[in-house]
């Protein structure tokens, strides 16, 4: 199931637009933390030039990760606690 | 029986730190490194997925079509046929008519600069940034900072409207950044009394701009960049407040860029390079 999660996050960068892929990386993202930023950083690979400015695909996946740890290290506390 | 071993195989690889995301994020920044390292080999690499996204994107388009169809549809398509037929005979009539004209003058019109055709491999919204990635690259003749035109008919005639600049290449494909891409800014003017404006990119193939509120244009005036005598865009909307001294304008693109499927390369347009530059300071 995280293979699928993981290849349709990863295939949505060649053949669907951003919003697909923001959502496809955010449901991988729930099983895997580390995919947004993954996924994030691959769409930079293949489509960024320095001459649009910030690489927003890596930032959001950044951020998308940290806060998907974030909301997973609270429900962990919330579930021992 | 007391346990004398570790299930576990080594402890410092665990099963947690293994995890397939952590394993995506190694292998695409060992992707990033190659990019950065040797773009021609990574281009090399990712060009046969980069021509799949255009086919698949073409199959999602033509679905879309066959399911919006409609008699009407079908109509226009008959007459855009013929239309094209009657272009293409009028296309070769003019093609005939420079091929006299170049030798009774001697002047060949390619020493004005030859174009360059290039496929659109990846266009808006597969690649997020406004910029197309098109199937041409250094081995075809490109170079950084050559104008991308599109191709538009304008009353019955066909036109090709400057899109953007060549900002990278490779081997064998070249990116191409919009004038509309979030952050460029271009020089241009609007409407028929001409008021100079700074076009800025809001992605999507569309533009703002501040005008003074007394000389802002009417919805529908044309806004064009220097280079050319096609206009890139119209006025879509004029967002004006009584209390500013400026208006906002909204420009729409002649040429819609999550349609383009080719593009026209031509060298390097000094006026165009410079009205561009000189907004962006040197972005492009």
């Known amino acids: ?81 | 029986m007391k346990k004398i071993f570790s299930t576990r195989r080594n402890a410092l690889l665990s099963s947690v730190s293994l995890s397939w995301g952590a394993a995506a994020v190694g292998v695409v920044i060992l992707l990033v490194l190659v990019r950065l390292g040797a773009p021609d080999f990574f281009a090399r690499v990712t060009l046969p997925f980069l021509s799949y996204t255009d086919t698949v994107s073409t199959w999602v388009s033509s679905g879309r079509a066959l399911l919006a169809r409609s008699v009407e549809q079908a109509k226009q398509l008959t007459a855009l046929q013929e239309e094209r037929s009657v272009l293409v005979v009028k296309n070769e009539e003019l093609a005939a008519r420079v091929a006299t004209l170049e030798r009774l003058s001697g002047i060949s019109h390619r020493e004005a600069g030859p174009a360059l055709s290039a496929p659109v491999l990846v266009r808006p919204p597969e690649s997020p940034y406004d910029v197309l990635i098109v199937g041409a690259g250094t081995a075809q003749g490109v170079t950084v900072q050559m104008v991308a035109f599109g191709i538009v008919t304008v009353a019955s005639s066909t036109e090709i409207v400057p899109l953007g600049l060549v900002s990278e290449t490779t081997d064998t494909t070249a990116r191409v950044v919009l004038f509309s891409a979030p952050r460029v800014e271009t020089l241009g003017w609007v409407g028929s009394t001409h008021t100079p404006v700074t076009l800025i990119g809001t992605g999507g193939g569309t533009f703002f701009a501040a005008v003074p509120r007394e000389a802002s244009p009417s919805v529908g005036e044309s806004v064009f960049v220097p280079g050319s005598t096609v206009p890139i865009g119209v006025v879509a909307r004029v967002e004006s407040d009584p209390a500013a001294p400026s208006a906002t304008i909204r420009v729409t693109p002649l040429v819609n860029p999550f349609s383009i499927s080719e593009v026209l390369l031509r060298p390097r347009d000094t006026s165009l390079v410079g009205a561009v530059s000189c907004a962006t300071a040197g972005a492009l």
């Open chain 1, 1 to 81: 199931m995280i293979l699928l999660r993981l290849g349709s996050a990863f295939l949505s960068v060649l053949f669907l637009p951003w919003p697909c892929i923001v959502l496809l990386a955010l449901w991988a993202g729930l099983a895997e933390p580390w995919v947004p930023l993954a996924v994030g950083f691959f769409t930079d690979a293949l489509y960024y030039t320095p001459s649009v400015g910030l690489p927003y695909g890596s930032l959001l996946g950044i951020l998308t990760t940290a806060a998907l740890f974030g909301m997973r290290s609270r429900m962990h506390s919330g579930i021992i606690g």
